[in-house]
DNA sequence: CCGATAGCAATATAGACGTACGGTTATAGC
DNA sequence: GCTATAACCGTACGTCTATATTGCTATCGG
């Protein structure tokens, strides 16, 4: 058989190039001849892993939304390891959501780049879907956690709580974007902090792992 | 002088044009030759009124920006007048911020569209920034007459609760965009009122107006 | 009533874009 | 070491786009 290559690899290269475009300047200036040059490699190349640009597309928002989900579950692993409390766990698992470094910043301008393209694609819109769904869930549970631990008093309904939580977390989120100024990243944090205090009102009565 | 256009008016239909090629394909599809065919005029014309497509745009974003502050101000006025609570009067507002019928998901689909391109250009930046501290200082003056009336405890931060429920009703909205299934109306609405719930903790001690 | 001028249309033009395609290079298996 | 085949490159092609340009038409001021 021939030479092989890391097809994993060239995908990484190729969508990380085009992330970095996104970032820099707006997925409109996304074009394949661009993304090449970004990626260091040839446009015949850049076909030869992605059959149309559509799918660059389409992979490199799997991605950055793989990776997005991938950071708030090593949190979420984490802080159960090392005992934090579940408020605190969620206060940084949440924090993941905000552009408040240049790598979140990179995901969130991705995430927000390709809202407008997923409200008439289906293939974005179900990654779009699946990840919100994804994170909601696991906020979900973590209340449920916190209902059973103490943290979190009874007759709270998970579910709701969760969509709450994470429906502030992506509004602050974007008028973070919006309005650097206006919202500071002490004051951002300050109101993820008010609005998890709401919710997260007793303390666990379980001893902590770790 | 020549005959004369309502220029107003002419602009009107492009933006509106505009606007529904938004909703209906997204920016990306947005074309000046589609735009004067969806418009029913010539693409000479369409440059008759806008020397460059980004004018098109701008003159876009801003209208829809416009008319969605002027609904958010018509309903703070009406509310006052009627004598409806404040917290009654903003609930009434912030809904008017989520696609919950035609007319506000294309208008939402508007404000998505921009944002990607929002974060490149300095004059969309603007206008988007301009809407979202309008909203923001609006519902900060109803929160902070709710102190005096009664309606809100003494020691509330206007300020910060406004950016806390504004934030919190565009993140419910971009979920209702994105999981309409997982977001119902009602669980919406009944977020919403939630939220404001836990601003919004007393009563009016003078009486109403009207 | 007439000419200056804005309103409006049709077409031309130059460039950018996605993708198809032909060709070259390197390597795994025999 | 030959050959099949994947990896890779460069370019050509057809389409689409924004915009410039040219010209026609209607109407207001005098």
Redesign the interface.
């Known amino acids: 058989m021939p030479r092989v290559a890391d097809h994993d690899a060239r995908h990484g290269q190729i969508t990380d190039a085009v992330q970095r475009l996104i970032v820099r300047?707006?997925?409109?200036?996304v074009t394949v001849a661009r993304t090449a040059a970004e990626a260091g490699m040839s446009v015949g190349l850049v076909q030869h892993y992605f059959t149309a640009k559509d799918e660059m597309l389409l992979a490199t928002f799997t991605r950055v939304n793989g990776r997005f989900t991938a950071r708030v579950d090593e949190l979420v692993n984490r802080g159960e390891a090392e005992g934090h409390t579940i408020a605190d766990m969620l206060r940084q698992a949440l924090a993941e959501l905000m552009p408040l470094n240049d790598a979140r910043r990179a995901e969130f301008?991705v995430r927000?780049?390709f809202?407008?393209?997923?409200?008439?694609s289906a293939r974005l819109?179900a990654v779009?879907?699946e990840t919100?769904?994804g994170i909601?869930s696991r906020v979900a549970q973590a209340i449920g956690n916190g209902t059973v631990c103490g943290e979190v008093a009874q007759g709270i309904d998970a579910a709701?709580q969760a969509?709450?939580i994470?429906?502030?977390?992506?509004?602050?989120a974007?008028?973070t974007?919006?309005?650097p100024d206006?919202?500071s990243k002490p004051?951002v944090l300050a109101?993820l902090d008010?609005?998890l205090g709401?919710v997260f009102t007793g303390t666990c009565r379980r001893a902590q792992l770790g």
Do not use: M
Request: proline share 0%; aromatic share 2%; hydrophobic share 50%.
């Open positions: 300047h707006g997925l409109t200036a301008l927000l780049a809202a407008d393209q997923a409200a008439h819109a779009q879907r919100l769904v909601r709701d969509l709450q994470v429906a502030f977390t992506e509004g602050l974007l008028h974007h919006i309005d206006g919202t004051a109101a008010d609005q709401r």
